[in-house]
């Protein structure tokens, strides 16, 4: 017997939630097919089998929690078909990701009706949640239905029956209802590491703003393609190899200086908020920056950022910039001793020459952990950021 534990995915040892059971008690399974789906604070993970043989019993129900080193199911090994119970069939998926035609004849034309082209392991993640998958409205490639296509229907049809159950409770009662929603695990996560951040540190913000105009004017020549985000993270890692104070997290030993600049950035979602890590930042172009930026923001997106990509940060960018707001006051990410805040860039007409003029300025915020840099040093790390920003030839 093989008993198949939980991995520990993240450098933090925190518990998941099984999503997913892709098969059952008594199921063949091949090695390397993927067994279940687990959900961490941070991400989803699958866990693939380690053997072939036969799913003997799963110890951890879907929606049941687990920590690192659970087993989560147990394995017979090179257990051969007659192993698989009676009345229970034996299915071999197709190459091409479609199922096996099963239909009556007689019920071919309902069949090609209601027929939604999506491959099995969608079906059986729309079958386990409930979801109609002629009601889901596919975003993958050629109108094809994604684990995230089947997971919004799921949201959405939740949001929907919780809100007429409370307008007719509320309908019967002649009164306004209010219930509480409870949290997903990364909501958790962030208030946990938001409220440990505020009290384990010592935060201060400090506020400056960066003339782009040059940047705006040239940034096409210089890079097509590249943003804004990617050119703070350059003009951050830039600044971070001349102020290495900062990039730096503080502990019981003492202020640890990293070798290398590994920026998170931080990306919306509406699960919550996600920080993918850029490994090696510093020896990275803007366009590198920028394809590998949007590579992991769809990533986190989906649901299949890897592990590795959410653990090692050693500063972290968060914009805001796309929402209007100008400054503001980010928390930091422990144990990071800085975090960088953009807001909206924006015209402003300044006088010049004894006329007017308009440039382009950028606000940045930078919060920093007062334990392992004083004010100064902070500012012209800050300085040094708006400088290359300002410098658009030295970027790239």
Known sequence: ??????????????????????????????????????????ATFEVEAPVSGVVKEIRVKRAETASIGDTLAVIEEDACEASAPPGKAVVSESPIDEPA??????????????????????????????????????????????????????RHSSRVEAAAHVRTVSAQRGETVERPIAPTLIRQTTARRMMQSLQQSAQLTLHAWADVTRLAERQEKLAQGVGWTAWVLRA???????????????????????????????????????????????????????????????????????????????????????????????????????????GAVEDKVVPVDHGLTVIRRMPLSLTFDHRVTDGGPAARFLQAVAANLERPEGLD
Do not use: C
Request: hydrophobic share 45%.
């Open 1 to 42: 017997m093989i008993e198949v534990k939980l991995p520990q995915t993240t450098d933090e040892p925190m518990d998941s939630v099984v999503i997913l059971w892709y098969k059952a008690e008594g199921d063949l399974i091949e090695a390397h097919d993927v067994l279940v789906e687990v959900q961490t604070e941070k």
């Open 101 to 154: 035609d099963t239909t009556p004849a007689g019920d071919s034309a309902k069949s090609e009706a209601v027929f939604v082209q999506a491959p099995p392991r969608m079906r059986r993640l729309a079958a386990e949640l409930g979801v109609d998958l002629t009601q889901v409205r596919g975003t993958g490639a050629n109108g094809r239905i994604t684990e995230a296509d089947v997971r919004a229907a799921v």
């Open 236 to 342: 951050v890692a830039l600044g971070l190899k001349a102020h290495p104070v900062l990039n730096a997290s503080w502990s019981e030993g003492g202020i640890v200086e990293h070798e290398n600049i590994n920026l998170g950035l931080a990306v919306d979602t509406e699960f919550g908020l996600v920080v993918p890590v850029i490994s090696d930042a510093a020896n990275r172009s803007a366009r590198d920056l920028q394809a590998e930026s949007a590579r992991l923001a769809e990533m986190v997106r989906s649901g299949t950022v890897p592990a590795d990509s959410l653990s090692g940060g050693t500063f972290t960018i968060t914009t805001l910039g796309a929402y209007g707001v100008e400054f503001f006051t980010p928390i930091l990410n422990p144990p990071q001793a800085g975090i960088l805040g953009v």
